[in-house]
C-alpha cells in the first residue's frame, strides 16, 4: 500500500511556478502493477522520486507499508565516480543484501564486461541503465519503480529484462513510467494519469489508456478514475 495525503510539489519556473501535485490524497492497492502515463513534462519522474524518497514534497506526506526501490532508469541512482562493481557493493550494504551475491548477479545479469569494474563516468546512459536495472533485480522489493528502462540494450538483452521483471512480479507491484503502450500492456494492470497537478487512478489499465489519449489529443474523452 502506498498512500498520498494532501501531497503537494511545485518548482519555480521564471516568474511563476510548475505545479507536480495539488492537495493530492489518493491511496494505491497493494498487489497492483500501476502504469504511470501522462505528457512529457507532466512531473512523472518527480512524482517516482518523491514516491521513492529521493525528493521532498513541499507539504504533505507519502506514506507506506511495504519495501520500496529506487527510480530504476534514473541516473542519480550511481555515483559516476565509483566503478559499477562498487556501486553495487555500495547499494547492498544501504539495502541490507549480500554484497557478493548481488554484485555477482549484476555483473552476469547487465552484461558490461570490463567495465563493470570501470568508473560510471565512462558509462553510455544505457549501460548505466543496466547496472542499475540489474542491482533492483537483484534485491527483493515489494513495490519497483521503473522509469523508461525495459527497453535499454538489443533485442536479446531486453527479452532478458522483460522475463526477469516479469519473475519479480509474480511477488511484487510496479509503478512503471513508459510512453510504450505496449510496454505497459505487457506489465500493468492498473493504470495512473498525471495531468495538471492532478492524479487519477484506473482499476482498468485500458481507461487509463484512454484518458491519457485523450489528454494527448488522440482521442474522445472517457471516464474519469478516482484522484
Known sequence: MIRFEHLHKSFRIGAGRKIIVQDLDLTLPTGRSLALLGRNGAGKSTL???????????????????????????????HRDLTG??????IARIYGVDTEQLAA??????????????????YSSGMRSRLTFGAAMGIRFDTYLVDEVTSVGDAAFRRKSRAVFHERMKASSAIMVSHDMATVRAFCDS??????????????????????????????????GRR
Do not use: C, K
Open 48 to 78: 517516482l522520486q518523491m514516491v521513492a524518497g529521493t525528493i521532498r514534497p513541499d507539504s504533505g506526506r507519502i506514506v507506506s507499508d511495504g519495501t520500496i526501490s529506487w527510480p530504476v532508469g534514473l541516473g542519480g541512482a550511481v
Open 85 to 90: 562493481a562498487q556501486n553495487i557493493r555500495f
Open 191 to 224: 493504470g495512473l494519469v498525471l495531468e495538471q497537478g492532478q492524479l487519477w487512478y484506473f482499476d482498468d489499465l485500458e481507461e487509463a489508456i484512454a484518458l491519457h489519449r485523450q489528454l494527448m489529443g488522440d482521442t474522445p474523452a472517457p471516464r474519469r
Open 105 to 122: 548477479f549484476v555483473e552476469d545479469f547487465a552484461e558490461l564486461g570490463q567495465h563493470f569494474h570501470m568508473p560510471v563516468r565512462s
